[in-house]
Structure formats: structure tokens, C-alpha cells
């Protein structure tokens, strides 16, 4: 699957496809950013988007959706930012997700990512001072109230 940066001319469709995905704005680790403010990576015809942040020697995934599931877009898109990352020279690729994200867990583990880090009650408290939209339970009717760090050291 091609894989290629974001253009200017893709915004307006990367803005529609995170949104879809409640994505457009992220709560992770005490604050709320905005995924449309930072470079995107795009997989086949928008079959799904990456966004990522690039400081210092880290590279964070914040965003990962593909649609639909299982066609190889994910596994293109985590080896387009290890690129990134290794372009600019990163020495650490990294992500949080959240407790109930089992798929997301097996996807990255199985892509060579580590969990590194429990961020217990992050969830909770981002629900109750940054995106009041967070649902009480996740994926499989767990409830939704830690981040778990993962990461990749290429």
C-alpha cells in the first residue's frame, strides 16, 4: 500500500476522516491537541491517516486510523513514520492509547512496540478537564480510564 505526506489539498478529507474517527482532537497525558495542527501521512486513497508529532528525538504517533481494518494500511502507515522518524533523526517512536484499545495493543505489539508506561486515572481526568465527549466505558464495555505509553526504539 502507498503510503505519502499530507498536502495542503488533503486537508479538508483528513479533517473529515479523523473527525469520523473522533480524532481531531486528542486528550492524551494532561492536555488536548489539535491532530490537524501537525503533519499527516495518508495510505492509499485515505484508507487511512497517520499524524505524528516530531520534537527533539522523539517521534509520537497521535493519531492512527485506518478504514476499513485489515487491508495493510496500518502496517504501511507505522513503516512510513518509522521513515519520518529516522529522517529526522529520532531515536524513540511512541504512542498512547487506552486501556480498553485491545486491537490497538495487539496491532502495535505485534508491529515491535513495547509498553513502557501505566499512566493510571489519565483518562479520567482528561474526561473531566479537557474532552467531556470521553465515554465512561470503551471498547468491549470496559471502562475507559488509563493510558497506556508504547514504544518503538528502531
Same mark, same amino acid.
Given at each position: 500500500m502507498e503510503v505519502r505526506r499530507s498536502t495542503p489539498e488533503d486537508a479538508a478529507?483528513?479533517?473529515?476522516f479523523l473527525a469520523a474517527h473522533n480524532a481531531a482532537r486528542v486528550a492524551r497525558r494532561g492536555e488536548l491537541v489539535d491532530a490537524l495542527a501537525h503533519p499527516?501521512?495518508?495510505? /492509499?486513497a485515505l484508507a487511512g491517516v497517520l499524524t505524528y508529532i516530531v520534537e527533539g528525538s522523539d517521534c509520537e504517533v #497521535?493519531? $492512527?486510523?485506518?478504514?476499513?481494518r485489515? *487491508? /495493510?494500511? /496500518?502496517?504501511a502507515l507505522v513503516e512510513a513514520v518509522k521513515r519520518v522518524a529516522a529522517e529526522a533523526d529520532c531515536t524513540r517512536v511512541w504512542l498512547i492509547t487506552t486501556n480498553d484499545n485491545l486491537g490497538a495493543l495487539r496491532f502495535y505489539q505485534r508491529r515491535g512496540? !513495547? $509498553? *513502557?508506561? #501505566?499512566h493510571a486515572g489519565a483518562v479520567d481526568d482528561c474526561r473531566a478537564r479537557l474532552?467531556?465527549?470521553i465515554p465512561e466505558a470503551g471498547d468491549h464495555g470496559i471502562?475507559? !480510564?488509563d493510558e497506556l505509553e508504547l514504544? #518503538?526504539?528502531p
Open positions: 478529507a483528513v479533517a473529515a499527516s501521512l495518508i495510505a /492509499g #497521535l493519531t $492512527l486510523h485506518v478504514e476499513p485489515h *487491508t /495493510g494500511a /496500518g502496517t512496540f !513495547r $509498553l *513502557t508506561a #501505566l474532552k467531556p465527549e471502562p475507559l !480510564r514504544e #518503538l526504539t
